[in-house]
């Protein structure tokens, strides 16, 4: 039961996730996922099975772009950045996550930080 | 690091992937599974355990299905989703702007042939509103045109009729000026008359106006160079020779020079100084013809034929026409409830003069046309209308293309939608790029109909060019052209795309692109814009050749006198400062001169040329009671020379010529033609009767009749006509008439060659022949005609393209259908028919109902046509086989590469 509500919870908001951390500078794959593990402090957890699929979709919609990037002493690793049309969604994606935050707030006598 | 490729391959099968794009994913997720069992190993856990622990992880499932459906679309071409409405219109239109302009580029094929059919429909639609602008909507560049009026006399028991319209007298307009409280200021204009202008010893025929000196003003004009008249330069006769040119004439006959102010010019016999140039666009108070150059009204004397000369004093000589400014306390009622009155008291004061008479208050802008307004606005409406016709072709044209193209974008159209694109979003990005289709028409439509301007101006006769309106393209025709290129965007955009934005989803995106069974109701419509594109072309071509008939018959006319032998030479010996003695010195050297050209049959001097006949009013046959007024008798009066009917082939009926007898001391005679006999002396011998004319002192005796022919406009009613002899009756501007055995444009060189060798100084620019008269008498109804023809044609090419596309797009989609067809053993003949019977079915729908709104539209034009029906059967036929004739072409073309198709291929391909 707990999975299917965090199927769907993180459906609703893991663009809003990947799209936040891509904000400042690109990053790889492996990066995404261990920066929302550690800054949920554990909560959130994806894996290649989750991430992958939701990077692909996001390129493909043009939202952020992935390019192969070699480092000296390092392996070749895909980092994505967010495209102008992935900026402007951000922004619209925040605005409406903030209106649902407050709303369900407002509703459940939860205290707005 | 551990070979994480083996694993993550096995969960890929079936995934379809191309090699490299697999290559890639296999890179980027075995780093990610190192990058995780190096951690785990961090946090000590063992092999085993880490490498249990990341491959339990690897769940590809939901990244196989994300890879699978839309693998060949490219991914910036994608709305994004959830990118709300609210101030986000302009990043979306110009999203939609972008993608639009790429998707136009990805097809230039496509972009090029609907850009072609829209602009050669907006051009002509262009074309013909600018000429409608300029004639009509917005002919005069005046200041304020509502609240300006055109004043002109009437018989009292005619005001409804416009045609009886004169000028004003210039004292009756000096006392109307007087006392006129309505109008702030009232100035009076000439209508444009012939007067020879010298200018570096060359004479020219040019086209005077005489104004009063407030005109410009009261008109709200600036002059473009120098100044207009000034108030004390019109109040002495003959006092102030000064004259302002037009823009156009001095643009074209004095090359424009800087220096034009100031310089001198001969008009008639008197010296002019030019003391400005008129605004640019503003050729006299006259929508389509205008004059040269204006001239105080206190010059009458000085630059008007003599039978005009007494101009200033008499008050029956109708020569201005009045031009009222409104005083802003009054508007158009309460001025011709003023000038009704003034009417009576002119009439009370000098009832010689104005006995039966009334002043019309006219807006301006009615006044602009003339006689001819109704003609004008009708043909301006007609030709809107046909234009518009065209246009609604060339977008259902477009519109086909668009739905047949609609079919190879299902799919895209499907995963944009099943991405979460809105169908509202989705309209509206599909309606951006017909938008910009119809924008790129627009511009070239624009350019299309510049040309088309160039080429009607270029049309326009060019012995008085200069004097016609120019056709302006202003703000007005950019606004419009603007307007049309962006609801013609609207009009074919929407029907495509609110049948795309319904696309569903599953079916489409389980469907492969070649079932083209499900397309079968885009071909529906796509079948009815067909029809309707061919039965309006028809339409079309039927008007237009129904005008054609009408004008051939109307070139077959018999007006009455021959012209395929006739040169015409215009001549004003008063002009170049001649009196009556030494013109009619000129007459005879120029008669002994011309007879001894070779070549000539016979020559005569007439006072008009044919179908410019002059009517006068007021004739009295002596011995009948004196008619009223208003039921004067109104005939047509020609002066002529010796042998005139017989250098014109016009028979006589009863009598004789005039002869060399018929001088000023002999017994005054006159010759008129039968139907004014028949009118007046019905049942008598009006031969011996004498009739008097309106400003003559004698009764002149008839001493023959000829027949009647046409002397005001082609194929006009029987009028009455009265000739009088040259002989006794002066006048210093003739025609000189000639009859020639052969062509007699052979002659004209010679003729002008004569006259010249008598006096240098005398224009004879006007030389026209006797065809060339017909044909400047048909130059109106010639044009429409042609314009007709091209839009007809422009229609039935569009429409026959439409039907091409349309059948090899269809050809196409059934390629497979046709290649079963044939491997179960269709023959090519078989197919051939089974196209051409589809194609020829939707022409023949077409055709039907086509003929039968030509038919409706033909009686609705049957008044304006001349000898031919509205229901005529020539041409709804011809129409009918040219349009089928094509339209055949158009199937035949698909029909044949469908028989061609091999079914192994066709199928194969499929």
Redesign the interface.
């Known amino acids: 039961m707990a999975s299917a509500v965090e199927h769907e919870w993180k459906k609703s908001s893991s663009e809003l996730l990947i799209l936040s951390l891509l904000e400042d500078q690109s990053r790889?794959?492996?990066e995404i996922?261990?920066l929302i593990d550690i800054r949920s402090g554990g909560a959130l957890h994806f894996?290649?099975?989750?991430?992958?699929?939701l990077l692909?979709?996001l390129?493909?919609?043009?939202?952020i772009q992935g390019r192969w990037v070699e480092k000296a002493g390092q392996?070749?690793?895909?980092y994505y950045r967010l495209t102008p049309?992935g900026q402007?969604?951000l922004v619209?994606?925040r605005l409406?996550w903030q209106d649902f935050v407050g709303a369900v707030g407002r509703i459940a006598g939860v205290e707005h930080a | 690091m551990l070979d994480w490729k083996l694993e993550i391959r096995k969960r890929l099968v079936g995934s379809n992937l191309k090699p490299e794009r697999e290559a890639e994913i296999l890179d980027e997720l075995s780093n990610h599974m190192q990058d995780r069992y190096d951690d785990l190993r961090v946090q000590e856990t063992t092999h085993e355990e880490a490498f249990r622990d990341v491959i339990r992880e690897l769940d590809l499932t939901d990244l196989v299905s994300e890879l699978q459906p839309s693998e060949d679309i490219a991914p910036q071409d994608l709305v994004p989703e959830g990118v709300p409405a609210k101030g986000q219109l302009l990043s979306d239109f110009l999203m939609d702007l972008r993608y639009a302009i790429r998707t136009m580029w990805k097809s230039p094929g496509f972009t090029a042939v609907a850009a072609l059919a829209l602009a050669l429909g907006i051009g002509a639609n262009t074309a013909v509103f600018t000429v409608v602008n300029t004639l009509l909507l917005n002919p005069l560049p005046v200041e304020k045109i509502s609240t300006l009026a055109a004043l002109n006399t009437t018989q009292k028991k005619k005001t409804a009729q416009l045609g009886d319209l004169q000028a004003l007298s210039f004292l009756n307009l000096k006392d109307l000026r007087g006392r006129t409280r309505a109008f702030r200021s009232l100035a009076g204009h000439s209508s444009p008359m012939a007067v020879t202008m010298t200018y570096k010893a060359e004479p020219h025929r040019i086209f005077m106006e005489l104004v009063t000196s407030n005109y410009f003003q009261a008109l709200g004009l600036h002059p473009y160079l120098g100044r207009f008249f000034l108030p004390d330069e019109d109040i002495k006769p003959g006092a102030a020779a000064v004259a302002v040119l037009g823009y156009s004439a001095w643009q074209n006959r004095f090359g424009g020079v800087s220096d034009i102010v100031g310089r001198t010019i001969k008009l008639n016999d008197t010296a002019f100084t030019v003391v400005g140039i008129g605004p640019k666009d503003f050729k006299g108070l006259y929508a389509v013809f205008g004059p040269d150059l204006w001239v105080p009204s206190m010059m009458a004397e000085q630059v008007l034929p003599s039978s005009l000369q007494k101009a200033l004093t008499d008050r029956t000589i109708p020569l201005f026409t009045g031009i009222g400014r409104l005083d802003t306390s009054f508007a158009l009622p309460q001025a011709q409830a003023e000038m009704k009155i003034a009417a009576a008291t002119l009439e009370d004061e000098h009832p010689d003069a104005n006995q039966g008479q009334d002043i019309v208050v006219r807006p301006l802008i009615e006044a602009a046309y003339g006689p001819e307004r109704q003609a004008l606005m009708f043909g301006g409406a007609f030709l809107m209308a046909i234009v518009g016709l065209v246009l609604l072709i060339a977008c259902s044209n477009v519109a086909n293309l668009l739905l047949a193209r609609a079919t190879v974008r299902r799919q895209e159209i499907a995963v944009r939608i099943a991405l979460g694109a809105g169908r509202r979003r989705l309209m509206r990005q599909l309606l951006t790029e017909s938008i910009l289709l119809g924008l790129l028409g627009g511009v070239f439509g624009f350019l299309f109909g510049y040309g088309g301007c160039q080429l009607l101006s270029s049309l326009r006769p060019a012995e008085y060019a200069q004097n016609l309106a120019d056709l302006r393209i202003d703000p007005a025709v950019f606004g419009f052209t603007f307007a049309i290129a962006l609801v013609t965007g609207l009009v074919f955009g929407i029907v495509p795309a609110l049948r795309s934005s319904r696309t569903s989803v599953s079916e489409v995106l389980k469907e492969e692109t070649r079932t083209a069974g499900r397309t079968r109701g885009r071909i529906n419509m796509a079948n009815a814009l067909l029809a309707g594109q061919v039965s309006i072309s028809l339409v079309l071509l039927v008007v237009a050749a129904m005008f054609l008939r009408s004008i051939q018959h109307e070139y077959t006319i018999d007006p009455g006198y021959q012209t395929k032998h006739l040169a015409l030479f215009m001549l004003y010996p008063g002009q170049a400062g001649y009196d009556q003695t030494r013109t009619e010195q000129f007459y005879k050297q120029a008669r002994d001169r011309v007879s001894s050209i070779r070549g000539i049959a016979s020559f005569s001097w007439a006072s008009n040329l044919p179908l410019w006949g002059r009517k006068e009013t007021g004739v009295v046959i002596e011995g009948q009671e004196q008619r009223k007024k208003s039921e004067a008798i109104s005939t047509v009066v020609k002066t002529i020379d010796l042998d005139y009917f017989a250098t014109m082939g016009v028979p006589f009926v009863k009598g004789r010529d005039f002869t060399q007898d018929d001088r000023d001391r002999s017994a005054p005679v006159a010759i008129i033609n039968d139907t004014m006999a028949a009118e007046y002396w019905p049942n008598q011998d009006p031969l011996g009767k004498r009739v008097q004319l309106p400003h003559g002192q004698n009764f002149l005796q008839i001493v023959g009749i000829v027949k009647t022919s046409n002397y005001q406009t082609l194929g006009e009613p029987p009028q009455a006509c009265i000739f009088i002899p040259l002989r006794q009756n002066f006048s210093d501007g003739m025609i000189l008439y000639v009859r020639t055995e052969q062509n007699p444009s052979t002659i004209l060189a010679s003729v002008q060659d004569e006259i010249h060798n008598i006096d240098p100084g005398l224009a004879v620019e006007d030389i026209r022949t006797g065809t060339k008269v017909i044909d400047q008498a048909l130059w109106w109804s010639k044009m429409a005609v042609d314009l007709l023809a091209v839009f007809g044609l422009l229609a039935l090419a569009l429409a026959s393209v439409g039907l091409y596309g349309i059948m090899a797009y269809s050809v196409n989609q059934r390629r497979r259908e046709i290649g079963v067809r044939m491997a179960l053993g269709a023959g090519q003949g078989n197919v051939w028919l089974l196209v051409l019977r589809q194609g020829m079915t939707l022409v023949l729908i077409g055709l039907a109902v086509g003929i039968a709104l030509a038919l409706l539209v033909g009686h609705a034009l049957s008044r304006f046509l001349y000898g031919v029906s509205g229901n005529d059967l020539l041409s709804l036929g011809g129409a009918s086989l040219v349009l089928l004739a094509v339209a055949f072409v158009a199937c035949y073309l698909p029909a044949r590469s469908a028989s061609r198709v091999d079914p192994l291929v066709a199928l194969r391909s499929a």
């Open positions: 790889h794959g492996y996922g261990r894996h290649v099975a989750s991430l992958y699929p692909y979709r390129e493909k919609r043009g939202w392996r070749r690793r895909r049309v402007r969604v619209a994606k409406q």
